[in-house]
């Protein structure tokens, strides 16, 4: 069984930061792949930004340049960075891992507005 829990969201406003971090427990592979996704109501869930095991980085285009995703092995917890942020970034940030499965946190909201 594996759990992710997610924490980090809160209201901030356009052109602030937030960090985001998702702790995976539970049967973790040696292979994975983690990340974050994100859902705006009444719109799909897509992808923000992915990281491999070995440390492969991809990211949405909407987010390269302001959005930084980063792991922690050791502690099997990925972060996600977010810089500049817009109000178009509100969402609910889910955090994802694949390996055998798909696994999702409970997500946590982000609110960019002044």
């Known amino acids: 069984q594996v759990q992710l829990v997610e924490s980090g969201g809160g209201l901030v406003q356009p052109g602030g930061s937030l960090r985001l971090s998702c702790a995976a427990s539970?049967?973790?592979?040696?292979?994975?792949?983690m990340g974050w996704y994100r859902q705006a109501p009444g719109k799909q869930r897509d992808l923000v930004a992915t990281?491999?095991?070995?440390?492969?980085?991809n990211y949405a285009d909407s987010v390269k340049g302001r959005f930084t995703i980063s792991r922690d092995g050791a502690k099997n917890t990925v972060y996600l960075q977010m810089n500049n942020l817009k109000p178009e970034d509100t969402a609910v940030y889910y955090c994802?891992?694949?390996?055998?499965?798909?696994?999702w946190g409970q997500g946590t909201q982000v609110t960019v507005s002044s």
């Open positions: 994802h891992l694949r390996q055998n499965y798909n696994y």
């Open positions: 539970g049967s973790i592979f040696s292979v994975y792949v």
């Open positions: 990281i491999t095991s070995r440390g492969s980085t």
